[in-house]
């Protein structure tokens, strides 16, 4: 594993793995979600072979990488996000987020424009999480907000608390299809539990609090946007975002394709698959 480090001493640690650096292919980029780590992306990673230069990394407090009180806010790993780029030399790559690294990305985009993104690709995130005071209940269920204030401060709550363990546990869970092996289950849970607290639960209550609906409409790179008919987030929350990035394209994962919420590692044929086809394909966003 490599290592980058940032601006506040945190070590972060990436795999890179595909084609190397230099040879012409183009670089994908891959960021976990909250709690999770890059190895998570293992079995994405055979399957697209030496097609790209793919760069996986574990956020700060996540996984490999180091420990830090500093950043507890996703405009801090969308920070962390830029300075991966700089320091790895990447003058340009296409960028996927799952789950809470989506927000990331739309955090990078607000931050840093899209000079260095060639497209993005977006796994399974609502634009917004809770129901915040200005968010009227026709648009909640759309964008898929389902948690209130006493939810988010209850979750929290828990995670800092004596059944900590069990609270992340079931939160996993949720997001899996109920049929999921036993040895799998419990090789994502204890690459949950690398996360460390209580950064972990400060992290998770500034990313639930975000409202990334109006970054959505001046995304002015290719889109790929992806759901799942068994995942804990609204299908029709995915069908809502790529309505409003420009050109944007969706596709929803059926349950025989690994739909739940980590569709790459479910189902990383059929997942790569789809990816692929949009990366090749050269989209333009219009």
Same mark, same amino acid.
């Given at each position: 594993? &490599?290592?980058?480090?940032?601006?506040? @001493?945190?070590?972060?640690?990436?795999?890179?793995?595909?084609?190397?650096?230099?040879?012409?292919?183009?670089?994908?980029?891959?960021?976990? &979600?909250?709690?999770?780590?890059?190895?998570?992306?293992?079995?994405? $990673?055979?399957?697209?072979?030496?097609?790209?230069?793919?760069?996986?990394?574990?956020?700060?407090?996540?996984?490999?990488?180091?420990?830090?009180?500093?950043?507890?806010?996703?405009?801090?790993?969308?920070?962390?996000?830029? *300075?991966?780029?700089? #320091?790895? &030399?990447?003058?340009?790559?296409?960028?996927? @987020?799952?789950?809470? +690294?989506?927000?990331?990305?739309?955090?990078?985009?607000?931050?840093? @424009?899209?000079?260095?993104?060639?497209?993005?690709?977006?796994?399974?995130?609502?634009?917004?999480?809770?129901?915040?005071?200005?968010?009227?209940?026709?648009?909640?269920?759309?964008?898929?907000?389902?948690?209130?204030?006493?939810?988010?401060?209850?979750?929290? #709550?828990?995670?800092?608390?004596?059944?900590?363990?069990?609270?992340?546990?079931?939160?996993?869970?949720?997001?899996?299809?109920?049929?999921?092996?036993?040895?799998?289950?419990?090789?994502?849970?204890? #690459?949950?539990?690398?996360?460390?607290?209580?950064? +972990?639960?400060?992290?998770?209550?500034?990313?639930?609090?975000?409202?990334?609906?109006?970054?959505?409409?001046?995304?002015?790179?290719?889109?790929?946007?992806? +759901? +799942?008919?068994?995942?804990?987030?609204?299908?029709?929350?995915?069908?809502?975002?790529? *309505?409003?990035?420009?050109?944007?394209?969706?596709?929803?994962?059926?349950?025989?394709? @690994?739909?739940?919420?980590?569709?790459?590692? *479910?189902?990383?044929?059929?997942?790569?698959?789809?990816?692929?086809?949009? $990366?090749?394909? &050269?989209?333009?966003?219009?």
């Amino acid at each position: 594993m &490599g290592e980058v480090m940032t601006r506040d @001493g945190c070590v972060l640690r990436y795999r890179e793995s595909g084609a190397a650096a230099g040879s012409g292919r183009e670089t994908l980029v891959l960021l976990p &979600g909250w709690s999770q780590t890059a190895a998570m992306y293992d079995r994405l $990673l055979d399957e697209l072979g030496d097609r790209y230069r793919v760069i996986a990394y574990d956020h700060r407090n996540h996984g490999g990488s180091g420990s830090s009180d500093n950043g507890a806010r996703i405009a801090a790993l969308a920070a962390d996000l830029h *300075e991966v780029l700089e #320091q790895l &030399g990447i003058e340009e790559a296409h960028l996927l @987020g799952n789950s809470m +690294g989506c927000s990331v990305l739309w955090s990078y985009v607000d931050l840093y @424009g899209t000079a260095r993104v060639s497209s993005l690709v977006l796994v399974d995130q609502p634009s917004v999480c809770a129901l915040l005071p200005w968010l009227a209940q026709e648009d909640a269920a759309q964008v898929g907000a389902i948690m209130d204030f006493a939810g988010a401060s209850g979750f929290v #709550q828990g995670l800092l608390g004596a059944d900590s363990d069990a609270v992340r546990r079931d939160f996993l869970r949720s997001m899996l299809k109920p049929d999921i092996a036993a040895a799998d289950f419990d090789w994502l849970l204890g #690459q949950n539990m690398m996360m460390r607290m209580p950064f +972990g639960a400060r992290l998770l209550l500034d990313h639930v609090m975000q409202d990334w609906r109006s970054v959505l409409p001046r995304i002015d790179v290719p889109a790929l946007v992806t +759901g +799942g008919e068994q995942s804990h987030v609204d299908a029709g929350s995915q069908r809502w975002i790529a *309505e409003q990035i420009p050109g944007a394209e969706l596709h929803i994962f059926s349950p025989a394709e @690994g739909g739940d919420h980590f569709p790459f590692f *479910e189902d990383p044929k059929a997942f790569a698959a789809v990816l692929t086809e949009f $990366l090749d394909s &050269g989209p333009v966003a219009t």
